[in-house]
């Protein structure tokens, strides 16, 4: 899948793990020791329902599970110091499903989207991470899963993407493919979302995460560091008239804006 587009010229950015002096670094470890305290016993309390939810008849299951797993991680990032604030919850109309479009910088991402955006939803997540013990089971709830270096398994996920599309439910993608470790707001867009959205003809919704890189960074590891966290929800982009090239770029350079503008 191509990821070849226009990318705004702009100088590159420092990434958190290159400005975070030592004794953040430290301090920032210690703080995860404490996330770590807090997210095992929460996520032993989280399996109950969510286990419930596997029983569950789509889409009510998924309703289920998308419940449980809000207020889990509701309880989750106020006791880390990481509350999160939504902005355009209106964009989204809840008689309309999507595919929603997300920038990724963070580990962080993944347990914000699927359970905070208005829409219940599914996201497209590499398998190897449905191998962690409980919480595999919890992240293959809420996922469609796929061996990037597979092309049957990619062949097998975009099935089942639209498969999730056929259900009602929304579906979210990071449509730069692994987490943004380039100091730029954007890395270059796949093309996979957007062929998705124009073969089931769903709307996209961009939606722009803010802080997570610097909460959670790429570069440093076992590091958390206490800050509000934001989501931008952003007016849906039709697909009607348009090919998947053209949307790809319409889409990025309204998040790459967005992204800039910051959160407000």
């Known amino acids: 899948m191509s990821n070849t587009h226009s990318i705004p010229s702009q100088p590159r950015l420092r990434t958190p793990s290159e400005v975070y002096p030592l004794h953040k670094r430290i301090l920032g470890r210690l703080w995860a020791c404490w996330g770590l305290v807090v ?3 929460t996520l ?4 109950v329902p969510i286990g419930i939810s596997f029983w569950v008849p789509e889409p009510h299951g998924m309703r289920l599970f998308k419940a449980s797993a809000k207020a889990w991680m509701t309880v989750f990032l106020y006791a880390i110091g990481c509350p999160l604030k939504i902005k355009g919850r209106q964009n989204h109309d809840p008689n309309k499903n999507y595919v929603v479009v997300c920038n990724h910088s963070s580990l962080m991402d993944v347990p914000l989207l699927t359970p905070f955006f208005p829409g219940t939803n599914k996201t497209i997540a590499k398998k190897s991470m449905a191998k962690v013990p409980i919480f595999g089971w919890v992240y293959t709830r809420g996922s469609v899963l796929v061996e990037r270096n597979s092309d049957a398994s990619r062949r097998k996920s975009y ?5 999730v599309l056929a259900q009602n439910l929304c579906m979210a993608i990071y449509p730069e493919g692994t987490r943004n470790r380039t100091g730029q707001p954007l890395k270059p867009f796949y093309d996979g979302a957007f062929r998705l959205a124009i073969d089931t003809q769903k709307d996209i919704i961009p939606v722009v995460l803010y802080n997570t890189a610097k909460a959670m960074p790429p570069g ?3 590091f958390l560091w206490p800050m509000a966290l934001h989501m931008h929800i952003m007016p ?4 009607v008239g348009t090919t998947p090239e053209a949307l790809k770029q319409t889409v990025f350079d309204g998040m790459w804006k967005q992204v800039q503008q910051g959160a407000v």
């Open 220 to 222: 440093i590891p076992f």
């Open 44 to 47: 032993l309390i989280a399996v």
């Open 39 to 41: 997210f095992l016993p």
């Open 159 to 163: 099935e089942q993407m639209k498969a």
């Open 236 to 239: 849906p982009v039709s697909v």
